[in-house]
């Protein structure tokens, strides 16, 4: 009954606008971010406390925070759901840099392969698959931001539309747009 209701699609609409733009901006600060901490020691161990701090406070501390610097609209659920997602995202692409077989690198530097070689060659491929993982664990984590700003800040989309189930009592509905959410 709820796939039917138009009032779920616009509430995914207007969520996802801010997933999407959060989400994308996550991946361009995060996966280059994380590349080059994974091959710049000295910049990584000054970046690692503020990494770790980012990884282990939680986001949703943050929010108000956000919010006073940004004031209520899209920019900051979009802003919310980047600050979710980049953390994680950096991390895995740091880590997966930084296990790349230094053999491989060495090999290629002894057949004169250029810095671009190596890096197209060697490090990306090596590293892609931690990446993706880092992305699947980002995109978790900004889906998370998404819904818990529009929860505690802004009732709109999929975070306003289950408070109104809740404040309606309608536990089918809250359960049906969780499952939702969860597809």
Same mark, same amino acid.
């Given at each position: 009954?709820? *796939?039917?209701?138009?009032? /779920?699609?616009?509430?995914?609409? @207007?969520?996802?606008?801010?997933? !999407?733009?959060?989400?994308?901006?996550?991946?361009?600060?995060? %996966?280059? /971010?994380?590349?080059?901490?994974?091959? !710049?020691?000295?910049?990584?161990?000054?970046?690692?406390?503020? *990494?770790? $701090?980012?990884?282990?406070? +939680?986001?949703?501390?943050?929010?108000?925070?956000?919010?006073? *610097?940004?004031?209520?609209? !899209? &920019?900051?659920?979009? $802003?919310?759901?980047?600050?979710?997602?980049? +953390?994680? @995202?950096?991390?895995?692409?740091?880590?997966? %840099? &930084?296990? #790349?077989?230094?053999? !491989?690198?060495? $090999?290629?530097?002894?057949?004169?392969?250029?810095?671009?070689?190596?890096?197209?060659?060697?490090?990306?491929?090596?590293?892609?698959?931690?990446?993706?993982?880092?992305?699947?664990?980002?995109?978790?984590?900004?889906?998370?931001?998404?819904?818990?700003?529009?929860?505690?800040?802004?009732? #709109?989309?999929?975070?306003?539309?289950? /408070?109104?189930?809740?404040?309606?009592?309608?536990?089918?509905?809250?359960?049906?747009? #969780?499952?939702?959410?969860?597809?």
């Amino acid at each position: 009954q709820l *796939l039917f209701d138009s009032q /779920l699609w616009l509430a995914l609409w @207007i969520s996802n606008q801010a997933l !999407l733009i959060g989400f994308t901006a996550a991946l361009v600060v995060g %996966v280059p /971010l994380g590349f080059a901490l994974g091959t !710049l020691r000295r910049t990584a161990a000054w970046v690692d406390p503020y *990494l770790h $701090l980012l990884l282990v406070v +939680p986001t949703t501390a943050l929010i108000p925070v956000i919010f006073i *610097l940004s004031g209520p609209g !899209l &920019a900051t659920r979009a $802003l919310v759901v980047c600050v979710f997602a980049t +953390p994680i @995202i950096i991390q895995c692409a740091r880590t997966a %840099v &930084a296990q #790349v077989d230094m053999r !491989l690198v060495d $090999l290629a530097r002894a057949f004169c392969a250029t810095r671009v070689q190596i890096w197209r060659r060697i490090i990306v491929p090596a590293a892609l698959p931690g990446v993706l993982v880092g992305i699947r664990l980002g995109l978790t984590r900004a889906v998370e931001g998404m819904i818990v700003v529009e929860i505690l800040l802004v009732a #709109v989309g999929v975070g306003g539309l289950l /408070l109104e189930y809740q404040g309606q009592f309608q536990a089918a509905h809250v359960y049906g747009l #969780v499952v939702v959410v969860m597809i």
